[in-house]
């Protein structure tokens, strides 16, 4: 412990203004965008008297010009603080012996940025003079060691309490003197008046309340637009000049005199305050019984301002048609609306008969609750609708675009055979009355055999088919193990020997993309006859494919020809086989082996159901006497197209077309599995003086071996006129 000289010690607490705005900028500059906090008020407690170990009490008072929120930080060398946030903290005194500065370091929430200074003696004897300044701290001097610090000294802008009255820098421009938060640095233009500040509202008092140069101004006394009125004079809108009791009303949409009406007597004023102006179409603004909108009165005027008067009367002709109300026309603003006038699908009761768009797309004539518009495909059959059940009557019941589907008349396979008609397996495309028949172990062609004629058939019954080494097929006295008769110079037994013609040979060469769904070309035009005869039959077999695959001698394109097609389903091994014949003999089975990959990546096909089809045909008609007679139209048929479909993989792709939509009551769509199917329409009826038409929507479905898919549409139309 220190030893001090009677015991007492003074502490002398010296506040400096040291620090910086957070531009960097001295303290007293004033900064565009914030202005720096401030202390404005310190006290010490006790303020002498005291020992190493005993505890100071700090009270201090901050202000920001701006209003920010304030943070403060206390700090010191030696000695330690209660809460250095505080702005009343206690400081516990160090074992220290003279100055001992304590620093507050003031920072507002823009980041503007105050130090101040405190400096704090140990061990001055209370009566000596340590500044010079005439008075000791007995004598009340706050801060004995600066010379400019005394009891009413002259209180400088300096950060210090010159006049210890424990204020700093009061009544100058940088102290908020009234307590308003705003000093005059900081725009206070009356720092002794705590109403008047800059932001604070403006009051009827005779006073700037809010530092702009103005006194009153926004309130009722003055006269804010110099008219000459403020509002306590009556002025209702004391921001426009041209706005005061007695100003001259204009057609600007404001209430110029201040009567509470707004443009009266102009363009934009309703002076008959029937809801329009003049502007808004009222033709005559001094009567409240004309404007538009009003319903026409039959008095002489025009009522509704649309330029007519007492239209709408029962006996006038509103809509130019020829008839009035009296003379039977039950829309008489509507000049297509009359008595015998032409039904056309709009909504209305076009001819006045009570029945509204009959004949039309848009109406039920056959009463079955569906008009074309909403499906029906036969409005004049109340049998026919999307709601009907399907049946075996050569008619689309339900308007689906497919004919009796569902029941043995559908050709359900595309073949062009049903079941009705004789298709002995409804579900194979290649099975049907008069197919050809394939070596595939079906009966192709429904004759009850199977595959007759060809190299699996035993032809001529005498138990061998060619497959099975039968060299002539078609005669029973040929085949092997026969007995060979030297004298008829055939090769009975189909040794090879002894025959007088050589069986041909078959060739095939193989053109393999490699993948799955892409097409397999198969060529045989190298096979040959060595007796130069010429090859009259190809027999093409799938002899081997992978567990699983569904392929068929039917998957093989091209019939009894020299080159055929094939696409594998599954990735692996195919076999496919050929027998050739000189119509004689047969050659022995030719095999070739290929393999395809599986496809990585496969792109969906697209669908092009070609450009939109119209038909419009005019027919003369002839008066005989009582009524018109039409010729009919011809029967359309149109060639779809769907030609354009593409898969960007090159596959091999499968056509459906349908019917989606149809206002037709009579169609057939045939080859509805190939690329270019033909519509066939019956012509819409023929009557004079009107356009009848029809107009269907067909729908393409193109699909690649993967089953991935894709649709588009085309509209054909068909119109009829009679003239």
């Keep these: 412990m220190f030893s001090f000289q009677d015991g007492y010690f003074r502490v002398i607490v010296m506040m400096l203004l040291a620090g910086c705005a957070a531009d960097g900028s001295s303290a007293g500059d004033a900064t565009p965008a914030n202005h720096p906090p401030t202390v404005v008020f310190v006290a010490a407690s006790p303020a002498a008297q005291l020992l190493p170990g005993d505890t100071v009490d700090l009270t201090v008072r901050v202000s920001d010009p701006d209003g920010d929120t304030v943070r403060i930080t206390w700090s010191a060398a030696e000695g330690v603080f209660s809460d250095p946030s505080s702005l009343t903290p206690s400081f516990l005194v160090p074992d220290h012996l003279g100055p001992l500065e304590l620093s507050l370091q003031l920072e507002d929430d823009q980041e503007g940025r105050s130090t101040f200074s405190y400096t704090v003696v140990i061990g001055y004897q209370l009566e000596i003079d340590g500044d010079g300044d005439g008075v000791t701290w007995d004598g009340g001097d706050c801060n004995d060691l600066d010379p400019t610090i005394m009891p009413d000294g002259a209180e400088l802008v300096d950060g210090k309490d010159n006049d210890c009255d424990g204020f700093v820098d009061e009544d100058s421009y940088v102290a908020d003197d009234d307590g308003d938060r705003w000093s005059e640095l900081a725009g206070d233009c009356d720092d002794a008046d705590p109403t008047n500040y800059p932001t604070n509202p403006e009051k009827i008092d005779g006073r700037d309340n809010d530092c702009d140069g103005y006194v009153d101004e926004g309130t009722s006394v003055s006269d804010d637009d110099g008219d000459g009125y403020p509002e306590a004079a009556g002025d209702c809108n004391d921001a426009r000049i041209d706005v005061w009791p007695g100003a001259e009303e204009i057609a600007d949409g404001l209430d110029n005199d201040c009567d509470l009406k707004v443009d009266e007597g102009t363009l934009l004023g309703d002076d008959d305050e029937d809801g329009l102006t003049e502007v808004e179409g009222d033709c005559d603004d001094e009567r409240p019984d004309v404007r538009p909108g009003l319903p026409e009165l039959t008095d002489g005027v025009d009522n509704d301002c649309d330029g007519r008067i007492d239209e709408g009367s029962p006996g006038v002709d509103d809509d130019g048609d020829g008839l009035s109300e009296n003379a039977g026309d039950c829309l008489d603003e509507d000049e297509t609306v009359f008595p015998g006038a032409l039904e056309v699908a709009d909504g209305i009761d076009n001819d006045c008969d009570l029945q509204v768009d009959e004949g039309t797309i848009l109406g039920d004539d056959d009463g079955d609750g569906l008009s074309e518009v909403a499906g029906d495909c036969d409005d004049a059959a109340a049998t026919v609708s999307p709601l009907e059940l399907e049946v075996a009557d050569g008619i689309d019941n339900d308007c689906d675009g497919w004919v009796d589907e569902g029941t043995p008349a ?40 199977i595959d007759e004629g060809t190299v699996r058939a035993d032809d001529d019954q005498d138990g061998f088919s060619e497959l099975e080494g039968d060299c002539n097929d078609d005669d029973d006295q040929i085949h092997p193990g026969a007995f060979e008769d030297p004298t008829d110079a055939l090769d009975n037994d189909c040794d090879g020997l002894g025959a007088p013609n050589e069986a041909p040979t078959a060739v095939v060469q193989v053109s393999n993309p490699g ?82 990959e599986d496809r990585v990546d496969n792109t969906d096909p697209i669908a092009e159901a070609g450009p939109d089809q119209a038909r419009a045909q005019q027919v003369m008609c002839s008066w005989n006497g009582s009524s018109w007679s039409c010729p009919p139209c011809e029967t359309w048929t149109a060639t779809l197209d769907g030609a354009g479909s593409v898969d960007p993989d090159g596959d091999r792709l499968f056509f459906a077309w349908v019917v989606s939509s149809s206002t037709a009551p009579a169609f057939s769509l045939s080859g509805d599995m190939t690329r270019t199917p033909a519509l066939t329409l019956e012509p819409p009826p023929a009557e004079y003086g009107r356009t009848n038409s029809y107009a269907l929507i067909l729908k393409l479905e193109v699909e690649d071996c993967l089953g991935e898919r894709d649709v588009d549409t085309t509209l054909v139309t068909y119109t009829c006129t009679g003239k």
Aim: aromatic fraction near 10%; include cysteine.
């Design 515 to 596: 993948e799955i769904c892409l097409e397999v070309v198969l060529d045989a035009s190298g096979s040959f006859d060595p007796d130069g005869d010429p090859l009259r039959h190809y027999y093409w077999f799938v002899t081997a494919a992978p567990a699983g695959s569904l392929a068929t001698d039917a998957w093989l394109e091209g019939g009894n020809s020299s080159s055929a097609s094939f696409v594998a389903d599954l990735p692996g091994t195919y076999g496919i086989g050929l027998i050739v014949s000189d119509g004689i003999s047969s050659s022995a089975l030719q095999e070739v082996a290929f393999s395809v």
């Design 410 to 449: 559908f050709d359900v396979d595309g073949d062009g055979v049903s079941e009705a008609n004789g298709d002995c397996d409804p579900f194979d495309p290649t099975t049907w009355p008069g197919a050809p028949e394939a070596a595939d172990g079906l009966d192709n062609d429904c004759d009850g055999t």
